[in-house]
DNA sequence: TGCCTTTGCGTACTTTTGACGTAAAGATAC
DNA sequence: GTATCTTTACGTCAAAAGTACGCAAAGGCA
């Protein structure tokens, strides 16, 4: 019925199966511990070489489901924040031939030299509730402080850059519960928004605003063992859920 | 050298052959005209379906420089101001085989009926500049009233939303300038960001707001026809990049 | 000419933000 | 025990930003 020129069909179709792609995940962690921003890393195996834990998307799934099973293997959580932040997916991303010296892996380089597109989540999960748990690939797993990342394989260090972007970015309508324990001091609160954001604030406008907020709700306990005055435990209110977007339906004609 | 257990690598390396993807491109192209935010649609041969223009990513091919070019092939230009908001890569995206009755495209349908992951850009053209080009699957290009903007084919209506509730998001760092021509007005400018923005704004205070940030500059001229008075010209001050983030670079080790 | 709408600019009030003062709590030094 | 020092938990005050609304001039139309 419809007048399709076959041999622009045809050409299409080669087109169209010339364009399949492995597709990753790539995950930055965040974690926050001793009043700094962490990010889990693991280590590959026989090497010193590091890298953001990540994994590959199987046919039919769920790109977000993905970052779900890749993140919950790391570290044992099972319904972890995450949010998708950016793609990766320049032709050349890094130096594939001395990543590859570095890695040392045992496997067909062919199968391995295509060029790979990177999703980027990042999470946000409470750091004493991770296990934190090398895949097959690596041997170790544990968090570092964003300050003192290494030189990572492949791209990651300039993920980890954008990651940090997008979060400090979408930080107002970004739940940073989920980086604190139960129960926290204002201070404390006040140290993560400062490392995130990367500058630092006063002290009492801080609470101040916190407090006007009206999300928190102060506990009758301070925390004890400090070296000077003991600072009241608060905890977010319950319910309020932090992120809500307009509702925008498209129309059923 | 190292230790890897064999069979876990062949069991890997198995699951990875098993990772490819399609991944294509879509693309939401924003225009500003006659006070209304407006997007570019392409009605399919012999059909009444629209759908928002796309296109797949080569092998090797950026997918920055992807996007650019299917959405210069839609609409003439040749520097678009584009986008990354989302990955649609939901399992199941829309009813597939619905879809695949309404195009019916004369090719096969088995290799059409893969998932398919689509990256979503947006864009934020000048209306008046624009060709609007349909590819050799379509036969028409238009725009389409963001109000008016009928059932789509695949998920195209989500995607839609999606898009501009993220141009909302980044309202604030979006150079908006990209969908005004040249010389414009303040009334104009006014019901650009209302559509965005969707409430309605004080004429007055706008004024006030856009003036005191200082980036437009005032020509002699006044927008002849109006039936009332006539709204003096204004202009984007050259120079001024309206994007910019702090940079932040890995520590290479 | 009178009436209506829109533009261009002004005034006044409220809310938010930011700088900074200070007393009480807890630890340490003498 | 007392002086000192740091940190917490408030409070004050002024500048800045946002919001409500007044109004005259410009232009079209009856």
């Known amino acids: 019925m419809t007048e399709y020129n ?19 995940i790539d995950g930055v962690i965040f974690g926050f511990h001793q009043n700094q921003l962490k990010v889990l890393l693991l280590r590959w195996k026989g090497t010193d070489a590091w890298s953001l834990p990540g994994g590959f998307i199987r046919k039919a799934e769920s790109v977000d489901v993905a970052a779900q099973r890749i993140m919950q293997e790391r570290t044992g959580l099972d319904a972890l924040y995450l949010q998708q932040f950016h793609v990766f997916g320049e032709a050349v991303r890094y130096d594939q031939e001395a990543t590859w010296r570095k ?6 380089g062919a199968k ?4 790979t597109i990177s999703l ?27 300050d003192d990342v290494p030189a990572l394989l492949f791209d990651h260090n300039h993920i980890i850059a954008v990651a940090l972007l997008s979060l400090r970015k979408d930080f107002n309508d970004q739940p940073l ?5 139960d129960t926290f001091t204002i201070p404390e609160l006040q140290r993560l928004h ?11 406008n801080f609470y101040k605003k916190v407090m006007a907020s009206g999300q928190l ?24 859920p932090t992120n809500r977007l307009p509702t925008l339906e498209a129309k059923t004609a």
């Open 103 to 108: 890695i040392n892996l045992p496997v067909d």
């Open 112 to 115: 391995w030299s295509e060029r």
């Open 217 to 240: 709700e102060r506990l009758s306990e301070r925390r004890a063992g400090t070296p000077h005055k003991a600072p009241f435990l608060y905890r977010f209110k319950p319910s309020e």
């Open 194 to 204: 400062e490392t995130i954001l990367g500058l630092s604030l006063d002290g009492r």
């Open 6 to 24: 076959d041999p622009a069909v045809r050409y299409y179709q080669e087109v169209f199966d010339q364009c399949i792609h492995y597709l990753s």
């Open 177 to 181: 519960n989920h980086l604190l324990p």
């Open 120 to 146: 980027g989540y990042y999470a946000l999960v409470e750091h004493s509730k991770v296990i934190p748990t090398p895949d097959f690939l690596t041997e170790v797993c544990a968090w570092w402080s964003l």
